[in-house]
């Protein structure tokens, strides 16, 4: 791994809820990844997690500090973060395997019978290569979210971006998407961030959990899981003891943060950046 290949300094949210008031949603957060590290982002409803992936991806700015990837400064969005949310991305009029074509329209390295059979692969293992020519409109929401995973990951982006992929998923499908997506990011060292509420999920999925405060966000927890759970991670480890010993010590620190979630936090000026 690549030391320091996403570096967060000193960053801090500020949005403005009026003339005399604002909101402080995160506060002065400074963290590194590294490169080929999946790092999960866990914390309250509105604590501003998603915010900060937000801004990894350049589609916020930071009111105060900077973020670099791979020694350059985040400043807007690229080709380099691919980002797959909640709601399904994909378009309508186009087929499954154009949609995941559609993902590497900037990859200008690419020929088009390269583009064309790296969508192929990534489409047979999301299990979709039977419906490469349907509709998004005649698939599963499930398989509409496998489309988006796989456009994003044929495009090879530096860093994938999730915000709760999976959170609008049924329990069986969700779970063959987590272990797809656990598989990939192994294979191919791919690095991750990704958001969700759901402590399962993070400990399952996650090198690394960093659990954020209540609003303004504060990571209070750098949890690292291969240090409680050792060998490959199957399905089964979800019913072994260490795997459940991790899951409520996380789910009590996220229940404390969620009771402290319900009064905002106000401030009439900016943030100051740490001095140190």
Same mark, same amino acid.
């Given at each position: 791994?690549?030391?320091? $290949?996403?570096?967060?300094?000193?960053?801090?949210?500020?949005?403005?809820?009026?003339?005399? %008031? %604002?909101?402080? /949603?995160?506060?002065?957060?400074?963290?590194?990844?590294?490169?080929?590290? $999946? /790092?999960? $982002?866990?914390?309250?409803?509105?604590?501003?997690?998603?915010?900060?992936?937000?801004?990894?991806?350049?589609?916020?700015?930071?009111?105060?500090?900077?973020?670099?990837?791979?020694?350059?400064?985040?400043?807007?969005?690229?080709?380099?973060?691919?980002?797959?949310?909640?709601?399904?991305? %994909?378009?309508?009029?186009?087929? /499954?395997?154009?949609?995941?074509?559609?993902?590497?329209?900037?990859?200008?390295?690419?020929?088009?019978?390269?583009?064309?059979?790296?969508?192929? $692969?990534?489409? %047979?293992?999301?299990?979709?290569?039977?419906?490469?020519?349907?509709?998004? *409109?005649?698939?599963?929401?499930?398989?509409?979210?496998?489309?988006?995973?796989?456009?994003?990951?044929?495009?090879?982006?530096?860093?994938?971006?999730?915000? +709760?992929?999976?959170?609008?998923?049924?329990?069986? *499908?969700?779970?063959?998407?987590?272990?797809? &997506?656990?598989?990939?990011?192994?294979? +191919? @060292? #791919?690095?991750?961030?990704?958001? *969700?509420?759901?402590?399962?999920?993070?400990?399952?999925?996650?090198?690394?959990?960093?659990?954020?405060?209540?609003?303004?966000?504060?990571?209070?927890?750098?949890?690292?899981?291969?240090?409680? &759970?050792?060998? #490959?991670? *199957?399905?089964?480890?979800?019913?072994?003891?260490?795997?459940?010993?991790?899951?409520?010590?996380?789910?009590?620190?996220?229940?404390?943060?969620?009771?402290?979630?319900?009064?905002?936090?106000?401030?009439?000026?900016?943030? @100051?950046?740490?001095?140190?």
């Amino acid at each position: 791994m690549t030391a320091n $290949f996403l570096k967060i300094e000193h960053v801090s949210k500020l949005y403005r809820a009026g003339r005399k %008031s %604002s909101v402080l /949603v995160l506060d002065d957060i400074s963290l590194q990844v590294q490169a080929g590290e $999946f /790092v999960v $982002f866990l914390g309250p409803s509105g604590c501003g997690k998603t915010t900060l992936m937000r801004m990894v991806g350049g589609l916020e700015t930071p009111t105060r500090g900077q973020i670099f990837l791979a020694g350059d400064r985040i400043t807007q969005p690229s080709c380099r973060q691919g980002m797959v949310f909640q709601s399904y991305s %994909s378009f309508p009029w186009l087929t /499954v395997f154009e949609n995941v074509l559609f993902g590497m329209r900037y990859r200008r390295d690419l020929s088009i019978t390269a583009k064309r059979g790296r969508a192929r $692969f990534y489409l %047979s293992l999301m299990g979709l290569e039977d419906f490469s020519d349907y509709y998004i *409109t005649q698939i599963s929401g499930g398989m509409q979210q496998r489309v988006a995973l796989a456009r994003t990951l044929a495009a090879d982006p530096d860093i994938l971006l999730m915000d +709760e992929p999976f959170g609008a998923l049924d329990a069986q *499908t969700r779970e063959f998407l987590q272990y797809q &997506l656990l598989n990939i990011c192994q294979t +191919e @060292k #791919k690095t991750v961030i990704f958001v *969700t509420h759901d402590v399962e999920e993070a400990v399952f999925l996650g090198d690394r959990i960093l659990v954020f405060s209540a609003r303004p966000a504060r990571v209070i927890q750098d949890i690292q899981v291969g240090e409680f &759970l050792l060998g #490959k991670r *199957t399905l089964a480890i979800k019913e072994s003891d260490a795997f459940l010993q991790l899951r409520n010590h996380i789910l009590d620190i996220v229940r404390a943060q969620a009771q402290q979630a319900e009064q905002p936090t106000r401030t009439s000026a900016p943030p @100051k950046r740490s001095s140190h």
